[in-house]
Every structure is written in structure tokens, then in C-alpha cells.
């Protein structure tokens, strides 16, 4: 896979005609994460640096929202759900959107009358005082009901902009260039709180090891609910950076499960293994 990429992605066109084509930065940018979730941070910290030096020379308006302006017109449009007022992956309009391969959740979007998820209130308190991504998990009225939270139906799996911002800082603090690391997730911070409110990176974030771990943080806070910790909690399993967050568990409320290893790999579906019988399902 990552010899077909970094063969096909420099032939990208450098412009594409919408959000769901691919194109040479956007090329880029899934190379550097291909690389980062096989821990080569150097590669992916190159293939990063590339996609950041093409985005302006790509056609389509690329920049992260400001939630102090968007947030107020996505609560008046979102109804029960705050994630509904976002636009779309493929809208012209969704300006964070570098690559679209959106994934909907068929049920979300049908059920009447709202969702929940479960998020343990540890998980929301890693949002401080301004972060406006809280919201996302509050009531009309901004009041949290038992860490029951509507959640976003629908999710970009492609290339977005904070997370392309958040993985190339990560790959920028591990390979030692720790000043444009902090540049950059201060810069996502910046769109996200209040005004009048610190959107800085906390002071007790001192080291190296203090940043990467702070970036991965910063990501569960971006991304709360989405599934996209799962791929981080694959990558860090075995990251000793990340060992005192083990053991991984989750809980409706009522019962808790505990993530094993051997449940890192998904299990093979039904449909495939009946027309495949000589195959060795995994655990």
C-alpha cells in the first residue's frame, strides 16, 4: 500500500473539481497518515510537510471553521442534534474538508427522537471553560443530561483539516520540532474557544513526551465520539508514552467492557467467511 501510494501521488492533479476527488494534497495528506499508523514519523512528517505546501496552491477554499461565529448558526439549524447544522463532507461549503469519504450512521439519521452515547466524565472534562466544542454533547439549554450525549451522524473517514493539522504536530513533536508542533495545534485551539477565554496550550505541557501526549489528547477532544480514537488506541497500544491509559474500557452505564489486544483486529463478517470456508476467522 505504501509503495502504490508514494508511487500514484505525486501524478495527482494538483486541483480537483470537488471534495470527493482526489488530488494531490489530499494524496499527500493520506500518505503521511499511512506512514504515521505504521509509527514511521519521519516519512509521515515529509509526506505532511508536502500536503501543507500545496494547500494553497489547490483550488478549493481549505480553512479551519471558527466555532465563535459558526456555532450560534448550527445551534439555530441542528434541531435536536448540534452536529446536524455542520455541512456536509462533500459541501463546497465545508471548508475543512480536504478529502471526503463520508461515513453516515443509517440509524442516527432515521431515529426519532434523539440519540445517545454514553462518554464517560472524565472523557468531558478534558474540555475546559470556552471550549466550544462541548456544546456539541449539551442540550438546547447548554445542560449535560447524566453524560448521555446526542452525537454527530455523519463523519468525514477521508482527510479533514484538524486532524491534518493534529497528525502533523504529533509527527512534528516525535521527530523533535516541537515549536511548529505547539504552532499548530494552537492554531486549531484558536478556532475553538470563546472569546475571552485561554485557548492556549496549558503551561504544564513542558516536555517532548508532555506535547505528544497533550496532541493525542487534543484529538479525543476534537473528535469526541466519532470513533476516530479507536485508530489511536490501536497505534499506542503498545506506545510507552500512552501505557497509563490502559486498561481501555467502556461502559453504557450499567455494564463495562474491557479492550483486549486480540480485539484489535476486526473479526472477519459473516457474508465473506461463508463463501470463504478454508479461512481462519481472527480471535
Known sequence: MLKELEEAVPHLDLFTLHRQRLYRMAGFAILGRAHM????????REAFAEAEMLMSRTNIPLELFDYKVRMPEWKASAGWNMGAGIPQGFSALNTETVVNRQLSIPFASVSAPRLTAFIKPEYMDLYIDGDLRREFFTDND??????????????????????????????????GNTTKARELVTHLRQHRFADGFDFSIPTIVVTQQ??????????????MATGHRWFDMRRLWNDPLFQHLKPYTHTDGVNTWTLTEDRLVYRIPPSVMIHNQGWTNNP
Open 142 to 175: 447548554g445542560a449535560l443530561s447524566n453524560f448521555y450525549k446526542p452525537f454527530r451522524i455523519v463523519h468525514n473517514e477521508g482527510v479533514d483539516l484538524p486532524n491534518f493539522y493534529l497528525m502533523y504536530a504529533e509527527c512534528l513533536a516525535r521527530t
Open 37 to 44: 499508523l505504521v509509527y514511521d514519523y519521519d516519512k509521515a
Open 210 to 223: 508532555d506535547l505528544i501526549r497533550f496532541i493525542v489528547e487534543e484529538r479525543l477532544r476534537e473528535y
